[in-house]
């Protein structure tokens, strides 16, 4: 079975073992990742749009605006995060928002033009009375019109559920990297506990948005890594953020050398070929890309971008600059798309 044929039927979530070798019988075994990165850059991308317009409509691409509903004061020592307590990097740790706040933020976004508001929270794992806050406010958003996500970290048992019952759509847990690379990064949650609350938000019904980080002293190997480890999750995540690693001076990876801008839009052209249904989506890292490396990531399949002048705590391209960027390369909003083919199936 092909993994487009598989994606299309319901299947039981079963999360890829944290191990470093992938099954042989796996959709996407490492060695055929590995060989999509190792391919003529021109060939990678060639492959890459085809593959994305066979499974989207040209141009399409999806705004979604990312606020931190409580920054700062995390106990969690993941080496790129300016939000850990651990690191001296200038950021405040703050209380949850209330609910108005976030309300405003929602309305604001739509008005802009995203279409999905994701609600990020710097805390190991919700409280029950972080979980009651964080329900109210996908409640409120809901009610707007616009598709919800959160990002909260590591769920308990029925947490995902009551989530999904508050009205989420989808909830955001990245793996990182490989995980042979993880220990590298992050010592305070183990790799599997990352699959665990993947296990239990597919459980509830909610749809994954899942990726990782890349620039952070990692090998290609391990690039391919992650996106076998994504690729093979059964079915694979419905939107997969890309970050590129942001230097916060403070954070044990600052100063590491800087990614080759080609390696990223590699990254970016295996996540599409092996999740052609996925969104796939530029996160964190954009501004210091410019726009000739942020328009090679849409010919290479990118169809998402958070949208906004922040991201959680770092710099985001201005909307209105991407609104230019958008319209030099002559691509279409979601929301545009949808308005004006509202039958087409463009994904989510």
């Known amino acids: 079975m092909s993994q487009t044929e598989s994606q299309t039927q319901t299947l039981a979530f079963h999360p890829i073992a944290a191990a470093v070798a992938l099954s042989p019988t796996a959709t996407w075994p490492l060695a055929d990742v590995l060989a999509l990165f190792d391919l003529p850059f021109c060939d990678l991308m060639f492959q890459a749009q085809q593959t994305h317009r066979a499974n989207f409509e040209a141009g399409d691409i999806e705004l979604a605006t990312l606020l931190s ?110 995980p042979e690379f993880y220990s590298s990064v992050v010592s305070t949650r183990a790799y599997q506990d990352r699959l665990d609350t993947l296990g239990r938000v597919r459980s509830a019904g909610l749809k994954v948005c899942c990726g990782g980080i890349v620039g952070m002293g990692e090998t290609r190997l391990q690039r391919a890594g992650l996106i076998a480890q994504l690729a093979n999750l059964n079915p694979y995540p419905e939107s997969v953020p890309v970050n590129h690693l942001v230097q916060v001076e403070g954070t044990p990876l600052h100063g590491m050398d800087p990614l080759d801008p080609f390696e ?85």
């Open 69 to 178: 509903i409580k920054t700062g004061g995390c106990e969690e020592d993941c080496g790129y995060c300016p939000q850990a307590a651990r690191y001296d990097t200038g950021v405040e740790a703050k209380k949850i928002l209330a609910i108005d706040t976030v309300l405003d933020a929602a309305r604001e976004a739509k008005a802009s033009g995203a279409t999905r508001f994701c609600m990020g929270a710097a805390w190991r794992s919700p409280k029950e009375r972080d979980i009651e806050k964080v329900e109210e406010m996908v409640r409120g958003v809901k009610a707007l019109g616009l598709e919800t996500c959160a990002t909260l970290g590591m769920l308990e048992e029925g947490q995902a559920d009551r989530l999904k019952n508050a009205g989420l759509d989808y909830y955001n847990h990245n793996l990182d990297t490989a």
């Open 264 to 348: 990223f839009v590699r990254t970016i052209a295996v996540a599409r070929i092996t999740m052609p249904k996925a969104r796939v989506r530029l996160s964190a890292g954009r501004r210091q890309m410019g726009e000739a490396v942020q328009a090679m990531c849409f010919l290479a399949g990118a169809n998402s971008i958070f949208y906004g002048d922040k991201l959680l705590t770092t710099g985001n391209p201005e909307a209105a600059d991407d609104r230019a960027l958008l319209a030099k390369l002559g691509l279409k909003t979601r929301a545009t798309t949808l308005e004006a083919a509202p039958k087409a199936t463009c994904g989510g």
